[in-house]
């Protein structure tokens, strides 16, 4: 018996009691006319309808390997018109087999073929417990259809199929080829669906939550590169490469496939930038995903601004969900009021963070970046300094100002203003010709911005009101090498004597300077004496009118100041450029926090731990050895695999600790502890359901 005298399509046909309206299978009277078919209905074996199956069908079934009570409930199935996906899987894999051979060996009846297993398909995505073989033997089999016989398809069916088999990396070549039929250009949903096959990044968990978010940002980026989308049809000699599609049949009785197709050589060039594209996308959004799948399955609503928080930018909606309350504390900024000064815990709890007398530095640059989010600026701002605010820090806001150009440079330039106000502040009030030329060696020595001015401005309005201290600033001077010093405790002594004299508490701030930048006095003494006039000493009169024959009272010690050379203060004054090059060196050692890492710790406060690359345990072993101040080598090696990451469930951290023979919370309160004394803050802190570690102090 021929192969097309088996097949029946669309033809309604009897087999024992059933009817089978569209059988799509191959049929015969005997099982001894054609037995290397495992699909093919033999009409003489014996079907027993009232008795059920009692073992499932094992690898490669067939209709005629079946028990009677087998064929029965296939046959049940198929005059069921295949309505729901059977619950002996080996059923629809004997149907599917069939089908197989219709289209690969046969050609015929594509159309139809591919209609009913992407119906299939779908029946069987709403199992409780999908088959990953019968997803991968489908998905490939249609994926080489779509090659082999692109203008059958139409874009729904692709569609379909390409987000129904998001991580088959054979859908590539196919998809690509039968767009090359349809389009000049390669449209974005196909592109996003070729994306994700590329993909490697385990997203299914919450993929089915966040689809059109990720096809979003997908797209924004995807025209970005391409505005028309990828070019299918580039106009250039020797375009084409060859390339093969490749089918391993599910059916015991058929092998390999194979259907040669040409692809551009530029098209295949731009998939790798695409393949990075779609990585990104789903990396920058997979916070997003964890937190709506974890909300969802709590039955929750996610709070909005950690919503926002999370959300890449392009994403985000155009206000930020706290900007009025934010706006209510700030207040209007005006061209008479350009700055308000706040503590900054007022803003930190709005976004409910705990109540601490510190927030650590994560807290502390979410905090500055909710308000630059909400269209102002404060600082000092705690992105740039890498510093910690405490709970009852004040800050100064102003209109917002987009980051500095060169953070080094900034930074630079905010420590030796610090510095400069602290020696100007000698005799209380700083004078204004010393504000001036602060102002101006600032600018003239780090060639400031606009937006940074702005920026120095605030700071500085705030130092002079609340008082400059080096508390910030500390480890910006560690990183200073004694040449470096050396040059800014120059600076420091030309803005004092730039009115031609030291007073005595002039005297004990450059001294108290020096002593900080760990310079010795000496190199003091001699700088001065190098810019002293030749009268020493100088009694001098306050200025004003006094009644006539009034006695000039004494002067107290206070009183007494270094009359210097005004030439020679105009000479210390000219090599700027050494000072930018010792502050810009000092400041570019400093290394900034990963931005992925402040994204992915948004969404600690619901409990989702996010794998983030950390510095290496054994370096960090080295510089932050706990067993130098906690003799227990049980809770020494606790502590090392505790900093292996940023961020532990409670739950797993409890249990970790358990193994060590520790109580968690005993074991977190010695751990901070000992980081109190050797690091100057708490290493460990519980932020809802997540126990953090503190990464800032470790680096």
Not at 215 to 233: A, D, E, T, V
Not at 324 to 348: C, D, M, W
């Amino acid at each position: 018996m021929k192969e097309n005298q088996c097949w029946h399509g669309l033809d309604a046909i009897y087999i024992k009691n059933f009817k089978i309206e569209v059988p799509l299978t191959y049929v015969q009277a005997s099982n001894k006319n054609w037995i290397d078919e495992p699909s093919i209905i033999s009409c003489d074996l014996p079907v027993d309808s009232n008795s059920k199956p009692l073992e499932q069908l094992g690898y490669w079934p067939s209709y005629s390997g079946m028990t009677s009570a087998h064929r029965s409930c296939y046959l049940q199935w198929m005059s069921k018109g295949r309505e729901i996906f059977p619950v002996e899987l080996g059923y629809a894999f004997v149907f599917f087999y069939g089908l197989e051979r219709r289209a690969l060996v046969s050609g015929a009846d594509i159309s139809l073929i591919a209609y009913e297993v992407l119906r299939l398909r779908k029946l069987h995505a709403s199992t409780t417990k999908p088959s990953a073989s019968f997803n991968h033997y489908t998905g490939a089999f249609l994926w080489y259809l779509v090659g082999s016989y692109p203008e059958v398809w139409t874009d729904i069916q692709i569609q379909a199929l390409a987000f129904s088999d998001r991580k088959n990396g054979e859908m590539i070549l196919p998809a690509v080829n039968w767009a090359i039929t349809r389009y000049d250009f390669l449209p974005d949903w196909l592109a996003f669906a070729i994306a994700l096959s590329f993909s490697t990044i385990h997203y299914d968990d919450y993929f089915k939550y966040i689809k059109r978010e990720a096809f979003r940002l997908f797209q924004k980026r995807y025209l970005s590169q391409w505005p028309q989308g990828i070019n299918l049809h580039p106009v250039s000699k020797n375009t084409s490469l060859k390339r093969e599609i490749k089918y391993y049949a599910a059916s015991s009785s058929l092998s390999e496939f194979v259907q040669p197709i040409q692809i551009p050589k530029k098209v295949l060039t731009e998939l790798d930038t695409l393949s990075q594209i779609g990585h990104n996308c789903l990396s920058d959004i997979a916070p997003y995903g964890r937190l709506i799948q974890r909300c969802h399955e709590q039955n929750e609503q996610p709070k909005p601004f950690f919503v926002w928080d999370i959300l890449p930018t392009p994403l985000r909606p155009k206000e930020h969900p706290l900007k009025t309350e934010v706006s209510q504390i700030i207040g209007n900024i005006t061209p008479e009021n350009k700055y308000f000064s706040l503590k900054i815990s007022r803003i930190a709890d709005l976004i409910e963070l705990p109540t601490r007398d510190k927030y650590t530095l994560t807290q502390s640059k979410r905090i500055a970046q909710l308000v630059d989010d909400c269209g102002y600026s404060i600082e000092p701002d705690s992105r740039f300094t890498g510093k910690s605010y405490n709970a009852d820090e004040i800050v100064v806001a102003f209109s917002h100002c987009e980051q500095p150009e060169d953070l080094n440079r900034y930074k630079a330039a905010s420590l030796l203003l610090r510095l400069g106000l602290i020696v100007a502040s000698a005799d209380d009030a700083p004078q204004a010709d010393q504000l001036k030329l602060l102002a101006r060696q600032i600018l003239e020595i780090f060639h400031l911005t606009p937006l940074e001015q702005r920026r120095m401005a605030a700071l500085a309005n705030l130092l002079i009101a609340t008082g400059a201290s080096l508390t910030s600033a500390r480890i910006s001077l560690e990183h200073l090498t004694n040449k470096q010093r050396g040059v800014i405790g120059k600076f420091l002594l030309a803005i004092v004597s730039n009115d031609g004299v030291i007073t005595q508490q002039e005297m004990k701030s450059l001294q108290s300077s020096f002593k900080r930048l760990k310079l010795d006095l000496k190199e003091l003494d001699r700088y001065i004496d190098e810019l002293r006039a030749k009268s020493n000493v100088t009694i001098i009169q306050r200025g004003g009118k006094r009644p006539t024959g009034e006695k000039i009272a004494e002067q107290p010690k206070e009183a007494i100041v270094v009359q210097l050379n005004h030439d020679r203060i105009k000479a210390l004054l000219q090599d700027t450029h050494e000072v930018q090059q010792a502050l810009a060196e000092a400041m570019g050692d400093e290394a900034d926090e990963d931005a992925p890492q402040l994204i992915e710790s948004m969404a600690q406060p619901y409990g989702i731990a996010t794998k983030i690359t950390a510095k290496p345990t054994a370096e960090v072993e080295r510089d932050n050895d706990i067993t130098e101040i906690v003799s227990n080598e049980s809770l020494a090696n606790f502590y090392r695999r505790l900093i292996e990451r940023d961020v532990w469930p409670v739950a797993e951290a409890s249990s970790l600790a358990k193994k060590y023979g520790y109580m968690l919370n005993g074991a977190v309160e010695e751990i901070n502890d000992w980081a109190t004394e050797r690091m100057g803050g708490q290493l460990l802190y519980e932020e809802g359901n997540c126990l953090i570690i503190e990464k800032e102090l470790l680096n």
